[in-house]
């Protein structure tokens, strides 16, 4: 992750969900890069938004990628967004909703802290 990305994660008491996520994502045949994005937390939005790069030499199927990618997140409590999986030729992006074991884990914003 990131420097914002990992701060935006201690916000808000996700930091290991969002590591774990990371680290069984590059474990994809493939998968060579993985990007987490969470600035929609800081307007509210619970949505977790992933930039999966690959290996076109590897990677025989994106549709097989996506699905893989889509079941690990979904063994990690995120679910279907209703966005589009969009393909950027050697990325795949994916916009996930958080689902309740990320929701019960949300540590409360305070208002000094949303300046942060």
């Known amino acids: 992750m990131n420097d914002e990305t990992t701060r935006i994660a201690e916000r808000y008491g996700i930091t290991e969900k969002c590591a774990s996520l990371e680290r069984d ?3 994809i045949d493939g998968v060579t890069s993985v990007e987490v994005d969470l600035n929609g937390f800081l307007d509210d939005i619970h949505q977790v938004i992933v930039l999966v790069g690959y ?59 949303e300046g942060v």
């Open 25 to 27: 994502l590059l474990s």
């Open 55 to 113: 290996d076109f030499h590897i990677v025989t199927s994106k549709l097989r990628l996506a699905v893989d990618v889509v079941n690990t997140a979904y063994l990690h409590g995120l679910e279907e967004s209703g966005d589009r999986i969009e393909d950027y030729g050697e990325h795949l992006y994916l916009v996930f909703n958080c689902g309740q074991s990320w929701s019960e884990i949300f540590r409360p914003v305070s208002k000094s802290e």
